[in-house]
């Protein structure tokens, strides 16, 4: 971890919130299911002079002299990426997710072509060609659904009618809220029938298939595999963008620079690199592994309290909870109930919720963060117990305070990555 002391000297302001946010990481549950928590040498690198380079091209291939080192840092980023999906090529330049879209969209497609991607409101992303989102003015987009919410079973045969008629360029698989496998052989033989590249958006489990927990879209014949480098995977905030033939590689890279993005940010590059080496290590198989078994033991067990999960389960990493129905309760209000007892989550819409984005039916949770933190299967039983007692003890604030420092006290025995004196 970096001293700070710099920083405490120059800036009081910004260290106290620094400070305070350590503190609220350390002594607080994170159940968000994006979030984790990056090693002290990922941390270390962020921070790292790296931070002062302007580098735009690739390496070997640059814009600006004195780039000795950050060509080093990027093609190790690059080949352990590779290595770590099996990938033709890799791009580590995106900074984020939704770019990492946008510039797979402009690689792929001409203006006006169409994408079939998973509806928002079964799970999907807001990127995956949501009406609120700019890219909807240049692509059309279009949607497959669940077929049965209870068992989540994506309708693949509406999918191949949709496709049919609609000719996607591609046909998208990935979300941000749901629970299940997909079934990406039959994702990627719909795709040729029509003539589509195969692209999985694997934000939010791409450590999970790095570990060899779920599958891996390429294995399945996917061309391309985008996402983000700091949820499952365990890295800082970024993005990245693989395909399975080399040949693709070219038209991706030319669409994220100069295509879409200028300078990359190379001490997150670099950092990049330390997270894919650290995935690399047999016990990050472990780690992904034990996040699958955390969530389904978390499922298990708040379903035997009679909690309803939306597709009755998970095979991932996270659990999907409709409050309304389990707790009499607003997702907003059940977000606000455990954030009181130190266990953050996120409010989220369940499929066909009736209610609105703003105030959904749901929550939204996952086993990512506390699996780092080193805590298995019996922490997860703890963890069900505090939010049960919570709702159970709603409205007794002397309960719950008395459930916060309960919290705070079972989440000082597992030690944040990076958070070592506060
Ligand atoms: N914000 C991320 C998530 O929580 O899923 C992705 O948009």
Partial sequence: MPSYDALQRQDPAVFEAVRGEMLRQAEGVELIPSENYISAAVMETMASVFNNKYSEGYPGRRYYGGQQFTDQVEALAIERAKALFGAGHANVQPHAGAPANVA??????????????????????????????YITKIYNFVRYKMKDIETGEIDYDEMREVALREKPKILLAGFSAYPREIDYARMKAIAEEVGAYAVADMAHIAGLIAGRAIRNPFDDGFDVILTTTHKTLRGPRGGMILSREAGLGKRIDKSVFPGFQGGPIMQMIAAKAVAFGEALKPEFADYAQQIVRNARHMAEKFMQSGTRLITNGTDNHLLMIDCVQSWDLTGGQAEELFDRVGITLNKNVIADDPRKPLDPSGIRLGTPAVTTRGMGEAEMDTLVDFMLRAVAERGDEAALDALHEEVKTFCRQYPVPGIDAL
């Fill in 104 to 133: 797979t969209y402009f690689a792929l497609l001409e203006p006006g072509d169409t994408v079939l991607g998973m509806d928002l409101s079964h799970g999907g992303h807001l990127t995956h060609g949501h009406p609120v989102t």
